[in-house]
Protein backbone atom coordinates (compact mmCIF):
# COMPACT_ATOMS: atom_id res chain seq x y z
CA UNK A 1 0.00 0.00 0.00
CA UNK A 2 1.20 3.80 -1.02
CA UNK A 3 2.14 6.19 1.63
CA UNK A 4 -1.16 8.34 1.89
CA UNK A 5 -0.13 11.68 4.47
CA UNK A 6 -4.08 13.19 5.11
CA UNK A 7 -3.31 17.24 4.46
CA UNK A 8 -4.52 20.61 4.31
CA UNK A 9 -5.81 20.63 0.71
CA UNK A 10 -5.88 24.60 -0.98
CA UNK A 11 -6.93 24.55 -4.88
CA UNK A 12 -8.04 27.64 -6.87
CA UNK A 13 -9.08 29.73 -4.21
CA UNK A 14 -10.44 26.80 -1.84
CA UNK A 15 -8.78 24.93 1.43
CA UNK A 16 -10.41 22.38 2.90
CA UNK A 17 -8.57 18.51 3.97
CA UNK A 18 -6.95 15.88 1.59
CA UNK A 19 -4.67 13.46 0.87
CA UNK A 20 -1.13 13.39 -0.45
CA UNK A 21 -0.39 10.33 -2.26
CA UNK A 22 2.92 8.72 -2.42
CA UNK A 23 4.03 6.35 -5.03
CA UNK A 24 7.17 5.13 -6.86
CA UNK A 25 7.43 7.75 -9.61
CA UNK A 26 4.20 9.29 -8.62
CA UNK A 27 2.78 12.41 -6.16
CA UNK A 28 -1.21 13.43 -6.43
CA UNK A 29 -2.53 15.65 -4.17
CA UNK A 30 -6.14 14.99 -3.43
CA UNK A 31 -8.55 17.85 -2.40
CA UNK A 32 -11.27 16.01 0.16
CA UNK A 33 -14.84 16.20 -0.90
CA UNK A 34 -16.09 19.70 -0.45
CA UNK A 35 -13.37 20.80 -1.94
CA UNK A 36 -13.88 18.75 -5.12
CA UNK A 37 -17.38 19.58 -5.69
CA UNK A 38 -16.92 23.26 -5.33
CA UNK A 39 -13.30 23.69 -7.46
CA UNK A 40 -14.30 20.59 -10.03
CA UNK A 41 -10.30 19.21 -9.42
CA UNK A 42 -10.82 15.55 -8.85
CA UNK A 43 -6.78 14.90 -8.42
CA UNK A 44 -3.52 17.30 -9.11
CA UNK A 45 -0.55 14.61 -10.28
CA UNK A 46 3.07 16.27 -9.72
CA UNK A 47 4.91 16.84 -13.26
CA UNK A 48 8.36 17.82 -12.46
CA UNK A 49 10.66 15.74 -10.47
CA UNK A 50 11.03 18.27 -8.62
CA UNK A 51 8.79 19.58 -5.52
CA UNK A 52 8.82 22.89 -3.65
CA UNK A 53 8.38 22.69 0.10
CA UNK A 54 7.59 26.26 1.44
CA UNK A 55 8.57 26.25 5.34
CA UNK A 56 7.20 29.75 6.72
CA UNK A 57 9.81 30.60 9.59
CA UNK A 58 7.40 32.81 11.58
CA UNK A 59 4.22 30.81 11.29
CA UNK A 60 2.78 28.53 14.21
CA UNK A 61 4.44 24.90 14.06
CA UNK A 62 0.94 23.09 12.82
CA UNK A 63 0.72 25.25 9.85
CA UNK A 64 4.17 26.34 8.77
CA UNK A 65 5.05 23.23 5.96
CA UNK A 66 3.58 23.54 2.42
CA UNK A 67 4.39 21.36 -0.38
CA UNK A 68 3.66 23.08 -3.97
CA UNK A 69 1.92 20.42 -6.21
CA UNK A 70 1.82 21.03 -9.73
CA UNK A 71 0.57 19.20 -13.02
CA UNK A 72 1.40 22.37 -15.45
CA UNK A 73 -2.17 23.59 -15.70
CA UNK A 74 -3.55 23.41 -12.06
CA UNK A 75 -1.33 24.25 -9.39
CA UNK A 76 -2.25 23.23 -5.40
CA UNK A 77 -0.73 23.39 -1.84
CA UNK A 78 -0.63 20.39 0.71
CA UNK A 79 -0.36 21.63 3.70
CA UNK A 80 1.06 19.91 6.94
CA UNK A 81 2.41 20.47 10.35
CA UNK A 82 5.91 21.34 10.88
CA UNK A 83 6.67 17.76 12.90
CA UNK A 84 5.59 16.22 9.90
CA UNK A 85 7.81 17.33 7.58
CA UNK A 86 10.61 15.03 7.68
CA UNK A 87 8.35 11.91 7.11
CA UNK A 88 7.22 13.31 4.00
CA UNK A 89 10.26 14.63 2.76
CA UNK A 90 11.82 11.37 3.41
CA UNK A 91 8.71 9.39 1.62
CA UNK A 92 9.10 11.62 -1.30
CA UNK A 93 13.20 11.42 -2.13
CA UNK A 94 12.19 7.66 -1.64
CA UNK A 95 9.92 7.85 -4.26
CA UNK A 96 12.55 9.49 -6.89
CA UNK A 97 11.57 12.87 -6.26
CA UNK A 98 13.95 15.83 -5.11
CA UNK A 99 12.62 18.58 -2.45
CA UNK A 100 13.91 22.09 -2.69
CA UNK A 101 12.95 24.22 -0.09
CA UNK A 102 11.99 27.76 0.19
CA UNK A 103 11.87 29.37 3.60
CA UNK A 104 9.70 32.46 4.29
CA UNK A 105 9.22 34.13 6.83
CA UNK A 106 4.82 34.33 6.63
CA UNK A 107 4.06 32.87 3.15
CA UNK A 108 1.89 29.53 2.34
CA UNK A 109 2.38 29.85 -0.83
CA UNK A 110 -1.10 30.63 -1.47
CA UNK A 111 0.30 33.38 -4.09
CA UNK A 112 1.23 30.31 -6.52
CA UNK A 113 -2.18 29.34 -6.94
CA UNK A 114 -3.88 30.45 -9.79
CA UNK A 115 -7.42 31.43 -8.72
CA UNK A 116 -10.62 30.58 -11.01
CA UNK A 117 -10.15 29.59 -15.01
Do not use: K
Not at 14 to 38: C, K
Not at 65 to 81: C, K, Q, W, Y
Amino acid sequence: MSPSFQVGASVRSVSGGGHLIVEQDYVALEPGPLTRRVTHVERVVQGPRTIQMIRGRLLPPWMNTHFVISDGDETALAGVPGWSRRGIVRQLQQAGFSVEEEVSSFSRGAERIRPWP
